[in-house]
Every structure is written in structure tokens, then in C-alpha cells.
Nanobody
């Protein structure tokens, strides 16, 4: 079955960096669009970044543009999120998600387009 397992979360001070990873298994990873989402307590889930099947196209939420970078290694079935210049408002549970049925790249980061989700990894940024 499809499995997505996130890792790399932790606690950092504002201005610091973290690199999240998401290991995918149980399906043909290179045929899926991938995304990162986050949810803070009491807030709605927010799309953070998305990447096309071979990594040629990416999309970011305005709140993370210029600070976060999404990438993928199809040989390792792994998705990454490099997070730099972290701010306290980046504190949230971060989830990776797979869109295995998408027919074309839309450039949007809509949770409704994603079929499978990981369990999440916590990121806490202190001021």
C-alpha cells in the first residue's frame, strides 16, 4: 500500500534551517505530483509547496517564497523541503502528500487534489 513517511522536523530558533524528507513507497513515485502542507493548532491546513513529476515545475505559498525550496529525488523515491530563515509563524505539523491521479500540472497547492498523506513531522520555531 502507499506509504509516505516524513522526517527531519524539530525545534529551531528563528532564522534557523531545517530540511524535511518524505520517503514514499507502494506506488510509482515518479508518476505523482507531490506537495508539502502544514497545519498549526487552531488553524486550517495550508498548502506550502508543490512539485511536478520530474521536478521541472514548483509552486510555493506566498508566505514561504524565497525561504523554502521543494525538491525530489525520483531515484530514491524521496521528497524534500529545505526551510531557511525560519520564523515562529512557520511552527506547525508538516505533511507530505501525493497526487497519483493528476493528469497535468496546475501550479496550485490544493489539498483536495492529493490522494495520500503522511503522518506528519512537527516543526517548532522559537523567537
Amino acid at each position: 500500500q502507499v506509504q509516505l513517511v516524513e522526517s527531519g522536523g524539530g525545534s529551531v530558533q528563528a532564522g534557523g534551517s531545517l530540511r524535511l524528507s518524505c520517503a514514499a513507497s507502494g506506488y510509482t513515485y515518479s508518476r505523482s505530483y507531490m506537495g508539502w502542507f502544514r497545519q498549526a493548532p487552531g488553524k486550517e491546513r495550508e498548502g506550502v509547496a508543490a512539485i511536478s513529476k520530474v521536478g521541472a515545475s514548483t509552486a510555493y505559498a506566498d508566505s514561504v517564497k524565497g525561504r523554502f525550496a521543494i525538491s525530489r529525488d525520483n531515484a530514491k523515491n524521496t521528497l524534500y523541503l529545505q526551510m531557511n530563515s525560519l520564523k515562529p509563524e512557520d511552527t506547525a505539523m508538516y505533511y507530505c502528500a501525493a497526487d497519483v491521479n493528476g493528469a497535468r500540472w496546475t501550479g496550485t497547492i490544493a489539498a483536495s487534489e492529493y490522494d495520500y498523506w503522511g503522518q506528519g513531522t512537527q516543526v517548532t520555531v522559537s523567537s
